[in-house]
């Protein structure tokens, strides 16, 4: 098993920045993928970005350009680092885990994903 929690959402000012922390904990010897999606009310959850255990990426191409992610597996944790955002980016950002090491494309699946965190709340003002 594998648990999850996400940190560093709030409120910013379009054009800001903001830091997502993925802390996770349980079996962490297993080489997950790992990745974040986002939701916003009444829209469907969707694809944000995804890193496998050796450092490959790939992002949804509403953020490519604007959004990184990282994780040091030392440290058991992912970190989302957002910039330039816009009011569209306000969602319910969560983290999630998946077994290592599928394709990328299949990190953009919801269901290719096996653990969940809570999520947090990003809120981008105009």
């Known amino acids: 098993q594998v648990q999850l929690v996400e940190s560093g959402g709030g409120l910013v000012q379009a054009g800001g920045s903001l830091r997502l922390s993925c802390a996770t904990s349980?079996?962490?010897?297993?080489?997950?993928?790992m990745g974040w999606f986002r939701q916003a009310p009444g829209k469907e959850r969707e694809f944000v970005a995804a890193i496998t255990w050796s450092g490959l990426t790939y992002y949804g191409g509403s953020v490519k350009g604007r959004f990184t992610i990282s994780r040091d597996n030392a440290k058991n944790a992912v970190y989302l680092q957002m910039n330039s955002l816009k009011p569209e980016d306000t969602a319910v950002y969560y983290c999630a885990a998946a077994p290592n090491s599928r394709d990328l494309m299949s990190l953009t699946t919801r269901g290719t994903y096996d653990y969940w965190g809570q999520g947090t709340q990003v809120t981008v003002s105009s």
């Open positions: 349980g079996r962490t010897s297993t080489r997950y993928s």
